[in-house]
């Protein structure tokens, strides 16, 4: 690991200004960076520790939730306003990593996580694009399971790791961030990039930007909502496809759908126009069924995951019936 100097900030003030050194970045609870700092991946010559920084709140805001950037998973995932209002979003955290990692990781750390490829985490197994622009993209020719079937570009196929940011794209979260200009607000939808040519930046986060909260809006189909997970393992396994579906239903009728894919593309996959679709329908198969067609219209799959098209599929009607089946 290169030697970096350490600064433990104790504000958001103080945070910002402390990360304007050359090659700094932010330390939360570490759990993506450190590991990526161990094998080469990353290496900042200056770390800026957020962990005392007044940012963990989780509070009632402008009628929906607002959760602190530095409120660990466990935390959130365990939250009577998070469970009651926004189930949607404790499924989502109970299904990543493990217990001892949730205790640590925190709501803003899960946001900044690199995407993932065997390609980027191992510098041993050929080039990338993320780590070194430029390079190649050993994944499209090497072993490529886990990768993209949408939104991937000729520089990188590498997939959005994170199940919470698949849950709060659904939710059409807005990201609320504090900089040197000072605060502004990102929707979900927009904070994360597809690679096109430069799959070195992954978010639209400006330098220097820290986050400080995420806010989820109230939703009438918050409630009625399910986190489905396909994985090759039940725990500690990343997603080779995730769905988040809310529905709202009046009278045997979808009012409202929002649906988000994980572990298909280089952010979370929303297609409004499959959420469209379902507005009007009654609940079943043959609804989901075309909503899930919307949702993958244009797949591109790699040689060694075209099985993704049709396991995403399925996954999208499995989690919209379970969602559709609760009070």
């Known amino acids: 690991m290169r030697p970096f100097t350490y600064h433990r900030a104790a504000s958001v003030t103080d945070a910002v200004a402390a990360v304007g050194r050359p090659e700094s970045k932010f330390l939360g609870g570490g759990t993506n960076l450190i590991d990526l700092m161990k094998t080469g991946v990353e290496h900042p010559a200056h770390l800026v520790d957020v962990t005392r920084v007044p940012s963990a709140a989780i509070e009632e805001h402008a009628g929906g939730l607002r959760i602190g950037a530095m409120a660990r998973n466990?935390?959130?995932?365990?939250?009577?306003?998070?469970?009651?209002?926004?189930?949607?979003?404790?499924?989502?955290?109970?299904?990543?990593?493990?217990?001892?990692?949730?205790?640590?990781?925190?709501?803003?750390?899960?946001?900044?996580?690199?995407?993932?490829?065997?390609?980027?985490?191992?510098?041993?197994?050929?080039?990338?694009?993320?780590?070194?622009?430029?390079?190649?993209?050993?994944?499209?020719?090497?072993?490529?399971?886990?990768?993209?079937?949408?939104?991937?570009?000729?520089?990188?196929?590498?997939?959005?790791?994170?199940?919470?940011?698949?849950?709060?794209?659904?939710?059409?979260?807005?990201v609320q961030v504090q900089g040197p200009a000072g605060a502004?607000?990102?929707?979900?939808?927009?904070?994360?990039?597809?690679?096109?040519?430069?799959?070195?930046?992954?978010?639209?986060?400006?330098?220097?930007?820290?986050?400080?909260?995420?806010?989820?809006?109230?939703?009438?189909?918050?409630?009625?909502?399910?986190?489905?997970?396909?994985?090759?393992?039940?725990?500690?396994?990343?997603?080779?496809?995730?769905?988040?579906?809310?529905?709202?239903?009046?009278?045997?009728t979808i009012r409202q759908a929002r649906i988000a894919l994980g572990g298909v593309a280089h952010k979370p996959w929303r297609v409004p126009a499959a959420e469209q679709a379902l507005a009007g329908q009654p609940p079943g198969e043959a609804a989901f069924a075309r909503a899930a067609d919307l949702l993958l219209a244009g797949a591109q799959p790699q040689h060694d995951n075209a099985f993704k098209v049709e396991l995403a599929r399925r996954s999208v009607v499995r989690a919209l019936t379970v969602a559709a089946s609760q009070s």
């Open 74 to 174: 466990s935390d959130v995932a365990n939250h009577a306003l998070v469970r009651t209002r926004y189930p949607l979003l404790a499924q989502a955290l109970l299904a990543g990593a493990t217990p001892q990692l949730r205790n640590l990781a925190t709501v803003g750390g899960n946001l900044m996580q690199r995407t993932r490829c065997y390609y980027f985490y191992d510098p041993t197994l050929g080039e990338c694009n993320k780590r070194n622009p430029g390079s190649g993209c050993g994944a499209r020719s090497g072993f490529n399971r886990i990768h993209a079937i949408l939104g991937a570009s000729p520089q990188c196929i590498a997939v959005h790791p994170s199940d919470l940011c698949v849950a709060l794209a659904a939710l059409e979260a807005v």
């Open 184 to 252: 502004r607000a990102i929707p979900m939808a927009d904070f994360h990039r597809l690679p096109g040519n430069t799959p070195q930046i992954d978010t639209n986060l400006r330098p220097e930007e820290l986050i400080v909260a995420v806010d989820v809006p109230p939703q009438a189909a918050a409630t009625r909502s399910h986190y489905l997970k396909v994985r090759d393992r039940n725990s500690y396994a990343f997603a080779l496809v995730s769905v988040a579906a809310a529905l709202d239903i009046d009278g045997g």
